[in-house]
């Protein structure tokens, strides 16, 4: 789940080249701890040791490696409040919000190393009629060393669907956390090294800190196989030219500004819960959250009131209360929902619940803010916020909803809420995923690909498709027994390749 577009930038106006910087409260602006700026001399050591432990992890085999992947998750089980608390102190959400991420990371790290040597072990594959005499399989080789660029606001459940999955899969990491949340990174880390006591001697995952110059230096080292990116579309593009130096392969998770469409025959109870959660949980700063939501004109009236009334009842966060949301992770990020609900008001736009008033003048914690009848080419329609707004525009019928759903650049997710025509309508909307009568579902079923098209990026992570993304496919074919037609030979003759191509024409022209 991606920060938004000034993901990589730092938390002040200068960004040190060395030295260390200060991961700090968003909910009382406190020193948290100081971490290093690593240049690229560290960041290329770094990549260098991994791939030097990676010919040991490899080694190791499936079997090996889930039991180690295994005993890792039995620490993160035993120290779920530690880790949780960490996440929480770094983005400012509420601790229950903290527990549920760690609990989805836990989940998706049993998933992937359950199921590496299912999906990813040689299997033999059937080689053909003119190729009857090969023994062919295919199987699925790891990269080497995976860079992994991380975000603030799911800063343990979002790069695990990159870690884990790449570790699984036999390679070792190198992550990057974002300077908002580099403890998170580090716990990671640690906890890792308690389970597996031969990470003194091979780094299996090491974190690497700073800015985004050492994000790039991490895109550009030597040995690196691949990069899984997560982040906004702008910084993205960023990544992918310094990766493109060294013909790196990317992974890219670039955000989103997902629709809810609420037919007619909806439970509109449930889904305004999930227009409320969806749009409002964790401040709004989740790219598969709810941003846009499409509600057929005959349930129109009912629903807005039904989200009025959740809304109303939500309490913003201080510093001595959590609240069921807490502030934003990255101050300059309320810029953008001022900017995005000013617009939206000036251009006719009806506040259904907060305002103009809801976003502080200072950074801090923002109300939340639900507006109808936005046009669609408000900036609150066509650009991700990333914070407690949602615009609700009515829609004729379900065709115009889809529409106007597809309408964008971004394709990351979706939700519906229909009681008869959930699948019919999901499988016409421009997404990777889709949630039906329910909210972000996907993200927390392991076997489920995650990913999305367009400005969303591409690649996958989860699932079969998320453990062969940090993997390279290897082919081999064995000759068993000698053919009578030999083909890939200067002996052939011509006789040969007459009965070859009759062979075929029997075959195929039929």
């Known amino acids: 789940m991606s920060a938004t577009a000034a993901d990589s930038a730092p938390t002040t106006a200068a960004v040190p080249a060395s030295g260390d910087f200060a991961s700090l409260s968003p909910r009382t602006g406190e020193e948290l701890a100081r971490y290093p700026v690593h240049d690229g001399e560290h960041v290329r050591a770094a990549v260098r040791d991994a791939g030097e432990a990676g010919v040991w992890w490899d080694g190791l085999g499936f079997a090996e490696r889930r039991r180690r992947l295994a005993a890792w998750k039995k620490v993160l089980v035993a120290q779920l409040d530690r880790v949780a608390g960490v996440v929480a102190a770094e983005t400012g959400k509420p601790l229950d919000d903290a527990r549920l991420e760690v609990v989805l990371a836990i989940d998706h790290l049993d998933w992937a190393s359950a199921n590496a040597a299912k999906v990813l072990g040689k299997r033999s594959v059937s080689p053909g009629l003119l190729m009857a005499n090969q023994a062919a399989s295919v199987a699925y080789r790891p990269l080497g060393v995976v860079g992994v660029i991380g975000p603030w606001n799911y800063p343990i459940f979002t790069p695990m669907g990159s870690i884990a999955y790449a570790l699984a899969a036999g390679n070792t990491v190198v992550f990057k956390p974002s300077e908002l949340t580099p403890g998170v990174g580090h716990e990671i880390a640690r906890t890792l090294a308690e389970a597996v006591p031969e990470v003194g001697r091979y780094p299996l995952l090491t974190v690497v800190t700073g800015f985004g110059p050492t994000g790039a230096e991490l895109c550009r080292a030597p040995g690196v196989g691949k990069i899984a990116f997560t982040g906004s579309a ?8 310094s990766c493109a130096e060294n013909l790196v392969p990317v992974l890219m998770e670039c955000g989103g500004k997902d629709p809810l469409i609420v037919d007619a025959d909806a439970d509109l109870d449930a889904a305004a819960d999930a227009a409320v959660w969806g749009g409002m949980s964790n401040a709004g700063q989740t790219c598969v959250g709810v941003e846009r939501v499409y509600v057929v004109e005959s349930v129109a009236g009912r629903f ?3 989200v009025r009334a959740a809304a109303s009842k939500l309490q913003v966060g201080t510093a001595t209360n959590e609240g069921d949301l807490g502030p ?15 617009d939206a008001l000036e251009r006719g736009g009806r506040a259904i619940v907060g305002g103009a008033d809801s976003v502080p003048a200072q950074g801090g914690s923002i109300s ?9 080419d408000s900036v609150a329609v066509t650009e991700e916020t990333f914070g407690p707004l949602v615009v609700v ?4 019928d379900v065709d115009e909803a889809v529409r106007r759903a597809n309408a964008t650049g971004y394709g990351l997710g979706a939700t519906v809420f229909s009681a008869k025509h959930g699948e019919r309508i999901a499988e016409r909307l421009r997404c990777g995923m889709v949630s039906i009568n329910g909210v972000i579902s996907f993200a927390g079923i392991p076997s489920l690909p995650f990913g999305g098209v367009g400005e969303s990026g591409f690649g996958r992570i989860h699932g079969a498709d998320g453990l062969r993304e940090f993997t390279r496919a290897q082919s081999i074919a064995r000759q068993r027994f000698g053919m009578p037609i030999v083909v890939t030979s200067f002996k052939r003759t011509a006789r040969t390749m007459q009965t070859l191509v009759g062979i075929v024409k029997a075959r195929h022209g039929r």
């Open 234 to 241: 702008a910084t993205g593009r960023r990544v992918m030219a």
């Open 304 to 306: 807005l009131e039904k």
């Open 328 to 342: 934003m992770t990255m101050p300059s990020q309320t810029e953008i929902v001022r900017r995005h609900v000013t």
């Open 368 to 376: 939340p803010v639900v507006i109808a009848d936005v046009p669609e």
């Open 393 to 396: 525009n009515r829609v004729p």
